[in-house]
């Protein structure tokens, strides 16, 4: 009614009814109703009226206000949005993808061993070998199947630092960071072999890694 009583939307009473009144009464933290007016400017603009062009919720234009229509063009337009929302989603970095993948990925691996009867759950079939075996064949699949190290210097070469071209820098950097990481897991398996093998005493990380 208040809308209709109106010749140009309120967007400014809009966003305190919703804001401040509906959702901010149930708010208590002033940072998160900071975070919920910012958010709800994005959308309750005048933009978001123009006919001409799809007001975009994200940056990529992946998610749009879908133009005036019937039922099913609103259920096509959901439809159409992918089936695992995207970091820019929620007004998140795509750099929030890093942090659920890693999380989906220990989920996985922690079933997968759960599913398997873990290391040393022995298991009843027979013919699975000990845990000692089974762990030992992993570390092997693992050594073959790890890339070798960047040659740095190569690449150095190729894609020299430059005024216009400041990540190369960058890629340099990471690409060290990955042979010290790549290092590192090399030498623990290689580690974790020699005391499967009775060469060497398992110490408490080679133990964490073996479990």
Excluded: W
């Amino acid at each position: 009614m208040y809308i209709d009583e109106n010749v140009d939307v309120p967007f400014d009473a809009l966003k305190y009814a919703i804001g401040e009144c509906n959702y901010g009464g149930r708010v208590t933290d002033d940072k998160d109703r900071r975070l919920l007016n910012t958010l709800l400017s994005r959308v309750y603009r005048p933009e978001i009226l123009d006919a001409a062009q799809p007001f975009k919720l994200s940056a990529s234009g992946t998610y749009v206000v879908p133009p005036e229509g019937s039922h099913g063009s609103y259920l096509a337009a959901l439809d159409a949005l992918p089936a695992f929302p995207q970091p820019e989603a929620f007004g998140l970095d795509d750099n929030a993808d890093i942090t659920k993948d890693l999380q989906q990925t220990a989920s996985m691996l922690e079933t997968l061993v759960l599913a398997g009867g873990g290391v040393g759950g022995g298991g009843g079939g027979g013919g699975g070998g000990s845990s000692e075996e089974v762990v030992g064949h992993m570390v092997s699949d693992m050594l073959e199947k790890l890339p070798a190290n960047f040659d740095v210097e190569k690449v150095q070469l190729k894609y020299p630092v430059q005024y216009d071209q400041s990540l190369n820098q960058v890629l340099c950097q990471e690409m060290l960071r990955y042979n010290r990481l790549l290092a590192i897991i090399r030498e623990s398996l290689v580690n974790l072999d020699k005391a499967l093998q009775g060469l060497q005493v398992m110490s408490s990380e080679l133990d964490a890694v073996f479990k």
